[in-house]
C-alpha cells in the first residue's frame, strides 16, 4: 500500500476531507512553530545578554503565550479530527466489506472461508486505526513542517541548513528501503494472524469433537505453535521495522548534535549572534520530529497496511456478470432446462453432461447416491455459480443472462445445513418475508411439523436447537414464502417417522400451483413427487500412495487459569524491567541533550576558551547517538515480553473453553468468542507496550529531570514538576475520565460487531437467497453506526487530553522563562543556565506526549481484561469431582430418571429418561424431544439435574469427564469436519492408526468408493466446514471416527443421516453389527432401519403450563487445523 493509496479514496469518500483538513492543520503548526521559536528566542538572547527584565519582554512573552494557546487548539483539533475521521472511515470500509461479500456471492470471495472474512472485516479492519488517527496525520504533517521549517533555517544560517539539508533526503530513503522489507514481513504476519483467527472458530466449532476423542488439550500445542510463529514473525519484522526508527533517531540526533557544536563553534569566534543561533536550535529538532514521527507511526500502521491491502483486492474483485435483458420468468408457468451440464469436483465431474427438464408446475424428486451431485444441482438452480459446462435455461432464457437477485425472488430454498440467525422461532421463519402476520407463520410452522413456541430463542447458526428442529424452521420459512419455485434440500432429514408423516400430509396443498426441485433419499418424500431421477454415482479415480503420517502427541497440561495477565508476565519481569530501564535511559538522552546543547551554545555566546566546552560537546554527541541506540533496545524488549504474554493469554483462553465444554461454548456466539481470544489479548499488548513501560520510563525521568532543574532553580524545578504532573497525569486521566464510558461502549460493540459480521457471513447463502442480505446488513450497520458514535466521543476525549497537555508544557515552558529570567536579574542564575531551564520543557514534552492515548488504551485494555476474566471464572456445566472415581473398561451403561438442564434455561430439556445398556439400545422420540441432550449428559458435557449415568456401577459424576468420554466411541448428529485433510480428521479418534487401520474405518462405513475417488488420497484435504464432502459423507466419516476408536460402548446419533436408501441400509447392517460386539447407543428417527436393536422412546419435556421445551444439541462449524 502506497503512503496514500488513491484507492483508499476510491472507497472510503470519509477520508477526503480528512486529508485535507489534515493538511491545513499542518501548515498552522509549522506557522507557530516558526513564530515560538523566534519569540523564545528573542527573549532568552535579550534577557540574558542585553539585560532585559520581565517588564521589558512582556509583549514577546504575551505573544509566546498566544502561541501557546494556538498550539494547544491545534494539537486539540488534529488530534480529534483524526480519530473521529478514522472512527468513519473504518465503518466504510467495514460495510464495504460485507456489503461486497454479499454482492459477489458465498461462492466467489477467492478461497476465503467466512471465518477468513469476519478476520478481514472486523480485525483487519480496525488495525487501519493506526494508519488513520496517527500515521496518516503525521505524514501530511511531515509533508509540510520539515519544508517550512528548513527554509526558515536557511534565512538565518546556511551552515545549519545545509547539515539539515543533507541528512533529511537520507530518510525517506531508509524509510523506503526499510519499509518495503517490513510490507512482506508484515503481510506474511497478518497471514499469521488470519489463520489464528480462523483456527480458532473452528476449534471451537468443534470443540464436542475434540472433547469427545480426549483431543481439546491437545490443541494448546498447536496453538503454542501458530501463537510463536506469530512472535517470531512480528519480532522479525520490527527488528527491520525499529532499524528504520533507529536510522531516523540516529541521523535526527546527531544532526542536531552537529548543528548545536557548529553554531556553538562560530558563536566562540563571534560569527553568529545568540538569537539566531537559539532560532537554529530550536528549529533543528523540528525539522526531523515529524519525520521521526513517521517512521513510528509507520509501524503502528503496518499490520493494518497489509489487511488494507487484502480489504482492497477483496473490493476489487468482480462480481459474476449478470444479465439484465429481462425480468426473471416465472418458474410456475415456464419450463426449466438444464442441458449438458458438467461440474468439475476435486475428483473429477460432480455433474457430467447432465440434462434435465422440469415442467411448470411439476414436483421433480431427485436421488442417488451421497456425493452424486444433488446439492450441486440446487446450487446452479439458484444461480449461486454458472457450470463449467452447459447452461441452464429458463424458459429458453440463459439463467447466466438473467439477474440473480430477481431471480432467486422466485425460490424458496431449504438447504442441506440451514443457518439460522440469532433471534426467536418466528423471525427465523420471516426471515424473506418479515411483515407476514402470525397467521400465516403459524401455518407455515405447522405445515412444517414444527412443534416448539414460536419465541423459542435461537442462538448462533441454530444453537439450542435440534438438528431437526433447525430444519424444519428452515422448511417453514420456505413454504411462509408465496415463490413459484421450491428447491428442497433433505426436508424430513433429522425428524422423526411421525413428524415425517405430518410434513408430508402437509407438503401437497403447501406445493400446489408451484413448481419444486426436491432432493431427497427418503422413499416417503419420493411417493410425493411427480417424477424421480436418479443421479448417476461418481466415477472412481486411482488412488496414489499415501505416505504414512506419524500423529503428534498429547498434550495434558493445562495452565491455571486465575491472574490472567499478571502471571504471564511473571516469567519475563526481568526482561520487562530492562526494558523500562532502556527506555527511561532513551527519554533521558533525549532531554539532556536539549539542556546540554542549549548550555553549549548559551556558554559559547559569552566567548569561552574552546577547552571550556569540550566536554559539552562530547556529551552533546553521546547523549544523540545513545538515545537512537537504547530506544531501539527498549522497543525490542518491550515487544517481545508482551508477545510472549499475548501467547500464553491465547493458550489460556483455550484451556478456558475446553474447561467450560461444547455444552456452554455453542451457546456463546462465536463472533464474541474470535473477539476475546484476539482483540481481547491484542489489548493486553497495548497495556505493556504503550502504558506500562512509557508510563514507567516517564516518571523515573520527570522526576531526574525536576530534580537537575531544582538544582539549578529550585522554583524551576517544582514548576516543571507541576507541568510534567499536569501534562503526564492530569491530561492523561482527563481523557481517561471523559472516555471512560464510551470506551466501555467500545470494547462491548466492538464484540457486537464482530459477532454480527461473523454471523451475516456464515449465514450468506440463506441470506442472499432470501432476500434478507441487505436488512441484515442494515441492522449490522447501525450496530456499527452506534460504534463509530462512542468511538467520534472517544476521539474528543483524546483530543481534549493532547491538548491538555500541550498546553501544560507551554505554560511550564513559559513559566520557567520568567522565573530564569526574575533569578537572572537577582544574581541567583547563571546566564547561560537560562537558556537550559527555558528550553528543557520543551524537550520534556517528549515524556508526556504519549501519555494521554497511552490513559485510552488502559481503559479499552482493563474492559477487555474483565471480558477475559468474566470467561475464566464462568462455571462449567459438568463439574469435575475433587477426587475422580477410576474407570475399567466398562461393560455397560445404565440411565436412570434422567433429567438434564442446559445453562441457563429456566427449565429441564429431557426428564425422565431409563434405559440399560448391557447389549444395545434404539433411542427414539420426536425430534426435539432430548435425545442428543441425553447423550450430552451421558458423554459428561452437562451434569444431570436430576436422576443418574452409571458406567457398570459407577457413577460418571464421581469420575473425571476426559475419563468417562475415553470409555465411549461418539458420532454427533452434525459431524464437524476440520479444515484439514482427511487423515488428520480421522485421527483425531486414534491419532496411533496406521493406514490400514483408516481405510478399514472407511470401509466399515461405507465410504471406500467414495475414498477411491479421492485425488490425494488420505491426504485430501476436507475443506473449511467440510464443504468438499456432501452430508451423507460428512455423517459416514464420523461414524468411521467412532468405528476408529475403538471404544467399549458407542453413542451414535444419526449415523444413517442424509443417505440414499441403499447406503443407509447397508450402514444400518454394518452397525447393528457392530452393536452385537459391544453396547451401543443409536439415537435415531429411522428405527425400521435397525429391526434388531431394541427401542427405548425418549418422552419429551413439558414446562409447567404443558409447553413442550426447546432442546438442543452440541453442533457447529468452523475452520482451522486440529491436532490429533
Known sequence: MKPLDPRLLRHAGAARPFILGCAALGVATAGLVLV?????????????????????????????????????????LAETSAHRASAAVLSQLRAAVVEHTLRIGPTRQAGRSPAELATLATRGVDRLDGYFARYLPTLLVAAVVPAVVGARILLSDWVSAIIVGVTVPLIPIFMILIGLYTQRETAKQWRTLSVLGNHFLDLVAGLAVLTAFG????????????????????????????????????????????VAVSIGLRLVNGEMDLHTALVVLILAPEVYLPLRAVGTRFHDSAEGVAAANEIFGLLEEKPVAQGLRSPAPDPSVVPLRVRGVTVHGRSGPVLDSFDLRVEPGEVVGITGASGAGKSTLLDLLLGWYPPDAGAVFVDGVDLAELDRTAWQQRIAWVPQRPRLLTGSVAENIRLGKPGAPLSEVEAAAQAAGLDIPLDTHVGELGAGLSTGQQRRVALARALLLDRPLLLLDEPTEGVDADTEAEILRCLPAALAGRTAVIVTHREAVLDVCDRVVALPAPSPVAVPEVA???AAPQEDSEEDGRGWLSSVIRPHRWRLALACIAGALALGSGVALTATSAWLISTAALHPPILTLTVAIVAVRTFGIAKGVLRYVERLLSHDVALRALAEL????????????????????????????????????DLLVRVLVPGVSAAVVAAAASITVGALLPEAGVLLLVGLLCAGVLAPAMSAFAARRAERDTTGLRAEVTSGTVEVLEAAPDLIAYGAAAGRHTSLRETDTVLTSALRRSARARGLGAGTGTLSLGATMIGSLLLGIAALRAGRLPGPELAVLALTPLAAAELVAALPEAAQRFLSARHSARRLSELDHTVSPATEPSSPVSLSRPSSLTVTDLAVRWPGAARDAVSGVDFRVGNSVLLTGPSGAGKSTTLAAVMRYLDPSA?????????????AGDEVRAELGWCGPDTHLFDTTLRENLMLARPSASDPELLNALSRARLRSWFASLPQGLDTPLGAH??????????????????????????????????????????????????????????THRPAEFPSLPEVRVPRAASPDGVPSPTGSPTGAGRGTPHP
Open 36 to 76: 515560538q521559536a523566534d519569540l523564545l528566542a528573542t527573549s532568552i538572547s535579550r534577557a540574558f545578554l542585553g539585560g532585559a527584565g520581565i517588564a521589558a519582554l512582556a509583549i514577546p512573552v504575551a505573544l509566546l503565550a498566544l502561541v501557546v494557546l494556538g498550539r494547544s487548539l491545534v494539537s486539540w
Open 215 to 258: 483431543r481439546a488439550r491437545a490443541q494448546l500445542r498447536g496453538l503454542r505453535a501458530i501463537t510463536r510463529t506469530y512472535r517470531l514473525q512480528t519480532m522479525r519484522t520490527l527488528r527491520v521495522a525499529f532499524l528504520s526508527a533507529l536510522a531516523l533517531e540516529l541521523l535526527a540526533t546527531l544532526s542536531v548534535a552537529l
Open 548 to 550: 504414512p503420517v506419524s
Open 650 to 685: 491465547r493458550v489460556r483462553v483455550w484451556s478456558t473453553l475446553v474447561r467450560l465444554g461444547p455444552a456452554l461454548t455453542e451457546r456463546l456466539r462465536r463472533g464474541d468468542l474470535l473477539q476475546r481470544m484476539v482483540s481481547d489479548v491484542d489489548a493486553q499488548q
Open 947 to 959: 436422576g443418574s449415568v452409571h458406567l457398570d456401577s459407577t457413577d460418571t459424576r464421581t469420575c
Open 1026 to 1083: 467440510g464443504t468438499a464432502v456432501s452430508g451423507g459423507e460428512r455423517q459416514r466419516l464420523g461414524v468411521a471416527r467412532a468405528l476408529l476408536a475403538d471404544r467399549p460402548i458407542l453413542l451414535l446419533d444419526e449415523p444413517t443421516a442424509h443417505l440414499d436408501a441403499p447406503t443407509a441400509a447397508a450402514l444400518a447392517e454394518d452397525v447393528a453389527a457392530v452393536a452385537a460386539t459391544r453396547p451401543t447407543v443409536v439415537v
